[in-house]
């Protein structure tokens, strides 16, 4: 059976574009049809300034959501990333593995670095070498494919020459992983600017639509999108990007192509009429899932805790062959 696994950082409220480009499909398609692995991966939410309060509030605030949009613990493990600790053993043996140009040359890592040195603070070693924990993440359990947004696509990428050079050096193994993206909303645009990803670590504002976002609310950031002087409704993701956002929104939550619906609009204020009143329906029996998960946090505990014990189960003994076959001693 096709081993999945994929997983989200603890570093902000989880939004429109981490559900339809990512959580939507584990729900709806990877447990079903795989022996799936989703991890609230807590240890990357400390590559940048953090609160511990706030990412152990944010961790479980994740790990609830990921419930609310439909994980069956019965069909999938979920667990947290720091309660297994094969990612970190292993992550240490990449290291000796990657090389430093290979980070470097990580697009996140260049925008989040900026960014952290734009907001006047130092940029940590491990946001450096974040991508060596998350290949970690994925070899550990023999991983297949790895359902995530497009802009995940590099450091999967990564993942793979790792396992690959890994094998080519010490014997076979790793499982060369691949990424999958879904057809529509790969990358979901910010609302107020388009031509950037939105993202839950960005500073809050208008352009983000939270999972948890008030109906009410997630229509006024909608009605008030960046569209274009334009008057016809085309898409086109460089030329048109505001409307092409929008289309591919609405395409996402209607199970339909972009291309196809612009045809069926005359002007921005119905598109966006429409694409907000598609979002309040996706996100509302998220929403009332997740109200009811709140009221039973020790369910999410249970969860938590059978998940860890599964995934380190499945984690250990490939940690143990890779620890051999770098060269460790066997302990006594
Ligand atoms: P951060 O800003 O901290 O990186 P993020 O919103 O990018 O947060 P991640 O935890 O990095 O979220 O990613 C979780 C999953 O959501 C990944 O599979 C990622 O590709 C996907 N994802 C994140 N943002 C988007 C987006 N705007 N559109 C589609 N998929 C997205
Ligand atoms: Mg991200």
Redesign the pocket.
């Known amino acids: 059976m096709t081993r999945v696994f994929?997983?989200?950082?603890p570093?902000?409220h989880l939004?429109l574009?981490?559900y339809?480009?990512?959580?939507r499909r584990w729900a709806e398609v990877d447990q079903h049809q795989a022996d799936a692995l989703f991890c609230v991966?807590d240890l990357h939410a400390l590559t940048v300034d953090h609160d511990p309060a706030r990412v152990r509030r944010l961790s479980r605030q994740a790990a609830t959501l990921l419930l609310a949009a439909g994980l069956d613990p019965q069909r999938c493990t979920v667990f947290v990333q720091s309660h297994v600790d094969e990612h970190t053993r292993l992550s240490y043996l990449l290291e000796c593995v990657a090389t430093d140009g290979e980070m470097r040359r990580m697009i996140?890592y260049k925008e989040k670095a900026a960014r952290e040195r734009e907001r006047g603070g130092s940029v940590r070693l491990s946001l450096l070498t974040y991508p060596v924990l998350m290949a970690a993440d994925i070899l550990a359990y023999g991983t297949d494919e790895v359902?995530?947004?497009?802009?995940?696509a590099q450091h999967v990428e990564l993942a793979r020459d790792l396992a690959v050079r890994f094998n080519q050096r010490y014997g076979h193994t790793f499982v060369v992983p691949r990424a999958t993206h879904p057809k529509v909303?790969?990358?979901?645009?910010n609302l107020q600017d388009p031509t950037s990803?939105?993202?839950?670590?960005?500073d809050s504002g208008p352009g983000i639509v939270y999972l948890l976002d008030e109906p009410d609310v997630v229509r006024k950031k909608i009605m008030r999108a960046v569209t274009d002087t334009g008057s016809d409704v085309v898409y086109d993701r460089d030329a048109r990007p505001g409307p092409a956002n929008l289309l591919e929104i609405l395409a996402a939550c209607e199970g339909r192509s972009p291309e196809e619906l612009s045809g069926a609009y005359t002007s921005y204020g119905a598109l966006k009429k429409d694409t907000a009143e598609a979002v309040v329906e996706v996100l509302r029996p998220v929403q009332e899932r997740h109200r009811a998960l709140c009221a039973d946090p020790a369910h999410v505990d249970q969860v938590l805790r059978t998940g860890a014990e599964r995934a380190r189960g499945m984690a250990r003994p490939l940690v143990d062959t890779a620890y051999r076959a770098i060269g460790l001693l066997p302990g006594v």
């Open positions: 994929s997983g989200i950082k570093t902000g939004t574009g981490n339809l480009g990512a959580m991966v996140q359902p995530v947004g497009d802009d995940q909303a790969a990358r979901v645009m990803k939105m993202g839950k670590s960005e």
